[in-house]
């Protein structure tokens, strides 16, 4: 009998297909950064001020954050593909704009308009697409492999980073204007693709149910490969309607000014508190400076003494082949190293190398050899450390901790939030560092140091947590809690012995 491989089901195949969303996200985030610093885009656009450098770069995600809001009540309107076929052909149409701009006769100023009304069409467009690709995955996905098919589009993310860095170092070597137009022309293509191609993909079956288009979902589900027989098309469609009547919530705009029952049911004590750690988790994850790191890697680098063109561009793309790599470790072993202390150890991680590269900036030694290997190193510690605790599986986090009834309503809200401090950190990381060389640094440490002291006294683990219901009764007391009456019961036991009365993580995970 020979050997036989087995043909993936089809609903990979779909996840692969629209994880280029991903793709292009992941590679305008890697891209801008070394366009915005060629030679060739300065002698088009000029050489921009700190500031307007980072509202070049940051002018996607502020019209990107307005249109997340509206895209998950439009993906239940017209369905999760056609969001995404609008919303890849509205950035295609912005990325031609930004890959045209500058031709032909003009001020600098004229020509400079146009790049930016480019990048705001662009950021219109990634703000539906992206939205709605990631309900597509997880919807089109059996539940048993729901997570390892929805981290395809993490790691077309962190793909696209990687690709975005090393094109534009390959770039960087034409002499002409083609150096910073090709990489605005490959992710039109990109985007073309995907805006067509999204056109002929099956619907989620969730979605079809939610218009009550049940016999079109029963064919998707066999189109699928979720089911072959009969009866287990039931189950699974079975299934998903109750998914669909359980978890099913308002979107987009309607769940955050919603004065109706989403906002009553936030207004729990539970929920709220719930709702309040997985918005400030993701606000949490930006004021780590992970996207100061990402848009700006070129200037970082050359900062810290690489100084051609071609050697921070190389440099910046050996973080993204880490932050690659970094991915897929997560993907394998975030589930055995648990939620909580993933979280909290790569954090001081984070503090470690942001207050290294502060302190080295701010020490008269700063200009040697030495220290700048160093800060190159310590660059490349935060960015392993980020992408292995605070990237994925903080999103993780804050979406599972939900309980059904709110979860669309918080990861609205949490979502758009993360966008508004993307926004925020990309804009001002240029003004800062052109203030101070050391001072951003010490910033991002600072926040992450204080999300850290939350996370310890506040963050329960949920790691192997099955059901709903368990996860209500590990939030009825914070580690907070649990370490209070761990060190009143250890003091009771102890009295006025010298023995220490500190408890271990353990007794304060167990503590009843």
């Given at each position: 009998?020979?050997?036989?491989?087995?043909a993936?089901?089809m609903?990979?195949w779909?996840a692969?297909?629209?994880s280029?969303?991903g793709?292009l996200?992941g590679?305008?985030t890697?891209?801008?950064?070394?366009?915005?610093?060629?030679?060739?885009?300065?002698?088009?656009?000029?050489h921009t001020?700190?500031?307007?450098?980072?509202v070049?770069?940051s002018?996607i995600?502020?019209t990107a954050?307005?249109s997340s809001?509206f895209?998950?009540?439009?993906?239940?309107?017209?369905s999760?593909?056609?969001?995404?076929?609008?919303g890849a052909g509205?950035f295609?149409i912005?990325s031609?704009?930004?890959?045209?701009?500058?031709l032909?006769?003009?001020?600098?100023?004229?020509?400079?308009?146009?790049l930016?009304?480019?990048?705001?069409i662009a950021?219109?467009?990634?703000?539906?697409f992206?939205t709605?690709t990631?309900?597509?995955?997880?919807?089109?996905?059996?539940?048993?492999?729901r997570?390892?098919?929805s981290?395809i589009?993490?790691?077309?993310?962190?793909?696209?980073?990687c690709?975005?860095?090393?094109?534009c170092y390959?770039?960087?070597?034409?002499?002409s204007?083609?150096?910073?137009?090709?990489?605005?022309?490959?992710?039109?293509?990109?985007?073309t693709?995907l805006?067509l191609?999204?056109i002929?993909?099956?619907h989620s079956?969730?979605?079809?149910?939610?218009?009550?288009?049940r016999?079109?979902?029963?064919?998707?589900?066999?189109?699928m490969?979720?089911?072959?027989?009969?009866e287990?098309?039931?189950?699974e469609l079975?299934a998903i309607?109750e998914n669909?009547i359980t978890?099913e919530?308002?979107?987009?705009?309607?769940?955050?000014?919603?004065?109706?029952?989403?906002l009553?049911l936030?207004a729990?004590k539970?929920?709220r508190?719930?709702?309040?750690?997985?918005i400030?988790?993701?606000?949490?994850?930006?004021?780590?400076?992970?996207?100061?790191v990402l848009y700006?890697?070129?200037?970082l680098?050359?900062q810290a003494?690489?100084s051609?063109?071609?050697?921070s561009?190389l440099?910046s793309?050996?973080?993204?082949i880490?932050?690659l790599i970094?991915?897929?470790i997560s993907l394998t072993?975030s589930?055995?190293?648990?939620?909580?202390?993933t979280l909290l150890?790569t954090?001081f991680?984070i503090?470690l190398s942001?207050f290294?590269i502060?302190?080295?900036y701010?020490s008269p030694?700063?200009?040697?050899?030495?220290?700048?290997?160093?800060?190159?190193a310590?660059i490349?510690?935060?960015v392993?450390?980020?992408?292995?605790g605070?990237?994925?599986i903080?999103?993780?986090?804050?979406?599972?901790i939900?309980?059904?009834e709110?979860?669309a309503?918080?990861?609205?809200?949490?979502?758009s939030a993360?966008?508004?401090?993307?926004?925020?950190?990309a804009?001002?990381?240029?003004v800062?560092l052109?203030?101070?060389?050391?001072?951003?640094?010490f910033?991002?440490?600072?926040?992450?140091?204080?999300?850290?002291?939350?996370?310890?006294?506040?963050m329960?683990?949920?790691q192997g947590?099955g059901?709903?219901?368990?996860m209500?009764?590990v939030?009825?007391?914070?580690p907070?809690k649990k370490?209070?009456?761990?060190l009143?019961?250890r003091?009771n036991r102890?009295g006025?012995?010298?023995?220490?009365?500190?408890?271990?993580e353990?007794e304060m995970?167990t503590a009843?």
């Amino acid at each position: 009998m020979g050997f036989r491989l087995k043909a993936p089901p089809m609903y990979i195949w779909y996840a692969l297909f629209v994880s280029q969303a991903g793709l292009l996200f992941g590679f305008d985030t890697g891209s801008i950064g070394p366009i915005t610093v060629m030679d060739q885009f300065q002698k088009d656009f000029g050489h921009t001020s700190p500031t307007m450098h980072g509202v070049i770069i940051s002018m996607i995600l502020l019209t990107a954050a307005i249109s997340s809001v509206f895209a998950g009540h439009l993906a239940d309107k017209i369905s999760r593909t056609y969001t995404t076929c609008l919303g890849a052909g509205i950035f295609a149409i912005g990325s031609l704009l930004q890959a045209i701009a500058g031709l032909g006769e003009g001020t600098r100023s004229a020509k400079l308009g146009v790049l930016l009304l480019g990048r705001s069409i662009a950021g219109i467009g990634e703000g539906f697409f992206l939205t709605s690709t990631q309900v597509y995955i997880i919807e089109i996905a059996p539940g048993h492999v729901r997570g390892r098919v929805s981290s395809i589009l993490f790691m077309g993310i962190t793909g696209g980073l990687c690709f975005g860095y090393f094109l534009c170092y390959a770039t960087s070597k034409i002499q002409s204007t083609m150096a910073w137009r090709i990489p605005f022309f490959w992710q039109t293509g990109i985007a073309t693709i995907l805006s067509l191609g999204s056109i002929f993909l099956p619907h989620s079956p969730r979605w079809l149910l939610h218009v009550n288009r049940r016999d079109e979902a029963m064919v998707t589900l066999e189109r699928m490969g979720m089911g072959t027989a009969a009866e287990k098309e039931k189950q699974e469609l079975l299934a998903i309607r109750e998914n669909v009547i359980t978890q099913e919530a308002p979107r987009g705009i309607k769940s955050i000014l919603s004065a109706g029952k989403s906002l009553k049911l936030l207004a729990k004590k539970q929920n709220r508190w719930r709702a309040s750690l997985a918005i400030f988790m993701m606000i949490c994850q930006q004021t780590t400076g992970i996207d100061g790191v990402l848009y700006y890697a070129p200037v970082l680098f050359s900062q810290a003494g690489l100084s051609s063109q071609s050697s921070s561009f190389l440099a910046s793309g050996v973080t993204a082949i880490l932050m690659l790599i970094c991915t897929a470790i997560s993907l394998t072993y975030s589930d055995r190293w648990g939620r909580r202390p993933t979280l909290l150890y790569t954090g001081f991680g984070i503090v470690l190398s942001m207050f290294l590269i502060g302190g080295l900036y701010a020490s008269p030694s700063a200009n040697t050899s030495g220290a700048k290997w160093t800060i190159v190193a310590a660059i490349y510690l935060f960015v392993i450390t980020f992408t292995i605790g605070w990237s994925m599986i903080l999103r993780i986090y804050a979406v599972e901790i939900q309980p059904m009834e709110t979860r669309a309503t918080v990861n609205s809200l949490s979502h758009s939030a993360n966008w508004v401090a993307n926004y925020v950190i990309a804009l001002t990381t240029p003004v800062f560092l052109a203030r101070s060389a050391c001072g951003p640094y010490f910033f991002f440490g600072g926040c992450t140091a204080f999300a850290l002291l939350v996370y310890i006294m506040y963050m329960p683990e949920t790691q192997g947590i099955g059901s709903l219901e368990n996860m209500d009764k590990v939030f009825e007391i914070t580690p907070l809690k649990k370490l209070r009456k761990s060190l009143k019961e250890r003091v009771n036991r102890t009295g006025n012995t010298t023995g220490s009365i500190l408890p271990s993580e353990f007794e304060m995970q167990t503590a009843a």
